[in-house]
């Protein structure tokens, strides 16, 4: 087990929280919060670069938003690159680390709409160069057996066990499994991963946090849950200034203005 001071979050008795950011503002406010390591949501990182969610956004705006994000946290920063942003495990190796030289200990790569056949190769090439570099990089395999709806009861477990296999063989340092909510699941997963950590995404119907942590979770996700709602709360305050319908609401947040102020300064 490799012990950089990110992998070693994954090992701890309290599973690793992580409030997804999607820029140098927000992750630094995460950080203020009392966060041991930053994440960054995958579709909040692409909206606030001008792209949509789903493997679009280009690898130099990303290395650029990870470099800024970088600089203004002391925490281990870990980015969501969904598939990596290429088909060929080689490309990917090379952002991946592109990535990591900005300053990320960690990354998330996800066999999505592919094979997990392909993100095993994307894993080997990854690990193969960092190996190369002498980069302690954590690679936390997603699979979206349950977001897809692939499988489901049984078949689904299986087949997630299936494919942790392939990418703990791969060298995948984690894995995370998004819409997995069901406890005995869970425990079946997490049993059978490991010693690899399982990430679980935040998710209505999920246990509690207590339940989480003895079912043997060790690592959790808000996903974009926090950008989407940043984004919906400034869509509705947009709408009434340019509807003219402001309230008291508008002016509620004054204060966050220095104090943001006085979060990046001196970074």
């Known amino acids: 087990m490799n012990d950089s001071p990110f992998h070693v979050l994954h090992q701890g008795p309290e599973p690793l929280m992580l409030a997804n950011a999607w820029d140098a503002g927000s992750a630094r406010l995460v950080e203020s919060l009392g966060a041991r390591a930053i994440a960054t949501t995958s579709a909040g990182m692409a909206w606030a670069n001008g792209y949509p969610d789903g493997d679009l956004l280009p690898p130099d705006r990303l290395a650029a938003a990870v470099e800024a994000i970088a600089r203004v946290v002391a925490v281990p920063l870990t980015v969501d690159m969904e598939g990596g942003y290429a088909d060929d495990p080689a490309a990917v190796a090379a952002t991946v680390a592109r990535i990591a030289g900005a300053g990320a200990a960690g990354i998330n790569l996800e066999d999505g709409l592919g094979t997990p056949e392909r993100l095993a190769a994307k894993i080997e090439a990854v690990r193969a160069r960092a190996s190369r570099d002498g980069v302690a990089v954590f690679v936390n395999a997603r699979t979206d057996v349950y977001l897809r709806g692939l499988a489901s009861g049984p078949a689904a477990v299986e087949e997630v066990l299936r494919r942790a296999e392939g990418y703990r063989a791969a060298g995948a340092d984690g894995l995370f499994v998004p819409g997995l909510v069901e406890a005995a699941a869970i425990a079946t997963v997490a049993k059978g991963i490991a010693p690899l ?42 709408r009434d200034v340019l509807t003219g319908t402001w309230d008291g609401r508008l002016f509620g947040a004054a204060g966050r203005h220095a104090a943001m102020n006085d979060l990046l300064a001196n970074r």
């Open 197 to 238: 950590p399982l990430n679980l995404m935040l998710l209505p119907g999920l246990p509690p946090l207590d339940e989480l942590r003895a079912l043997g979770v060790r690592r959790l996700s808000a996903g974009a849950w926090i950008a989407e709602a940043a984004y919906d709360l400034a869509g509705k305050l947009a």
